[in-house]
């Protein structure tokens, strides 16, 4: 049996594990995927203390392992199938194996929200719904999209610029929703290009993206663009990672915790972009893995 055992590898669940150890716990994070969560895929980090000079994903998600595992987390790459939450031992059950803990800290975070429009599916790794980290430099050269206009969305945008011909960023609103660190550097970029007020409507082609069909949300007319080899990066927010918790309340499809992000199971946390909160960044997550794993050491 584990003292705590963390669900998602990402800053609020390797700051938990980090501070679980650090109290004389026995900790097991479980993580689906690779390190790091959502972002461990941006092409940069930006705005956290202490990061180095050029930081991205990669290396963040990278260091933040390394700092896990000297301290003596176990990670395992596992998915989790069902968790049990009452009562004093609570069980996780993943795709390899069962566990039982005394604590639980739920961590696994956001996934990025899809469209749902014609030919998403379809062309999905075929120039639709790429990632800028991963496939950014496929498209040197290239016409890009940015589907989005919030803080993630330019910061990718202002990644991709670097390397592509042009970048059109498609925002729905009058304006972007970045922050003005952000706004400013897109003014000064000459290859990005702003399509507000507009929504991608369709996307079209065989194995590649071919088309694209833009709604106007001034008037609803449908502009087509052929594009032949565009590449279309979807940034237009995300879900929580909540389907498996059933025992629990949500609001909004997010978990609801007290000060020390206790759900109102005893016993069981959630920190980090799958909680309710006003503020989703690495910095907000890395508090509370670290304010739950202080609470489950000592409660």
Known sequence: MYDIIVVGAGPAGISAGIYGVSRGKKVLILEKGEVGGLIGKVSTVTHYAGIIPGETGVSFAARMREQAESAGVEIRQETVEQVQMQGDVKTVVTDQGQYTCKKLILANGTTGRKLGI????????????????????????????????????????????????????????????????????????????LMLNTRLHAVRGENQVEQLDLRSEVDGSITTVDDPGCGIFVYAGTVPNTQLYTELELQDGYIPVNDWMET????????????????????????????AAVHACIG
């Open 264 to 291: 109102r199971i005893p016993g069981v946390y959630a920190v980090g972009d799958i909680r309710v909160k006003q503020v989703r960044q690495v910095a907000t997550a890395v508090a509370d893995g670290a304010t």
């Open 118 to 193: 014609p030919g998403e599916m379809e062309l999905a790794g075929k120039g639709m719904g790429m990632n800028a980290a991963k496939h950014g430099a496929n498209y040197a050269g290239k016409h890009v999209y940015v589907v989005g206009g919030a803080d993630g969305a330019v910061k990718e945008a202002l990644y991709l610029a670097s390397l592509a011909e042009k970048v059109t960023i498609i925002h729905f609103e009058p304006q972007l929703g970045c922050i003005a660190e952000f706004r400013d550097k897109v003014k000064k970029t000459r290859n990005i290009q």
